[in-house]
């Protein structure tokens, strides 16, 4: 088999026994030097049994046929891969019929550019800090390992949402779970769109929604600051201690001066 790049980000590589390394570090076997790609993003291992594509760096999305890939996952002829924002197809040794003409290769082109994803969202919180997940439509994000994006964690329901992508950003679907869906923190009864930029929230993991072309600026932005009434009793928590000092201070000075008069 091997790994065929339709945007010409990379010559056709013929996967052979051992391990080859994708990423935007010199280093690694495949180097893909463009943006959303990590300096060691992903690795394909082939063997006896076949080959298996494994992420390398969580931070970043690796994904395989519209779902995040995580822990190593067989791959074959016909798969499509995404790293960061660039997608390759697998292909094995097809045997065509002398009759059947061979198929453009701008159709494989354009399989896979449809294949990538139009959003990504950024973990904020929790398990998810850090972390980049690809959206595609129809995604279900859930507890359980057979979820599209599976999060690990005790306060996400087993299936908790359902993401499909519109013109306008990314309707998101509450499918009943325990502990709500929250859209700009506005909890989802059923649906509500999320923007590029604004945050889910599934109970207290957040998430970013960011679109390609979003510059760290405007995604740093977008994120939800401190809420300003924690922030006020901060703050003024902070002062009442400093007045009490000053309070102690004065007192101290005025009961030395009265005794240094007196005596």
Known sequence: MKLVFPGAEHAPFELVDGVA???????????????GVAPKHCEITTGAEGSSLRALDASA??????????AATPIKDGDLIVIG????????????ASAQPA????????????????????????????KTFA???????????DCDIPIPSDEISRHHARLKITAD??????????????VANQRVQQSALLKPGEELRLDTVRFQLVAPGMDARQQSAAVRPEPAAATAAKSGGNGLWIAIGVIVVAAIAAAAAHFAGVF
């Open 169 to 182: 950003g990314v309707m998101v679907e509450d499918l009943g779970s325990a502990n709500g869906t929250f």
């Open 21 to 35: 390394t994708l990423g935007r570090d010199a280093g690694c076997t495949i180097v893909l030097d463009k943006d």
């Open 61 to 70: 999305a690796t994904v395989l046929n519209g779902r995040q890939v995580a």
């Open 85 to 96: 924002r660039i997608g390759c197809s697998v292909v094995g040794e097809r045997k065509v």
């Open 135 to 145: 959206v595609t439509s129809g995604a279900v994000i859930g507890r359980q390992a």
């Open 103 to 130: 198929a453009p290769e701008r159709d494989e082109a354009t399989r896979v550019r449809s294949a990538l994803p139009k959003f990504l969202l950024r973990g904020l919180s929790g398990v998810t800090l850090g």
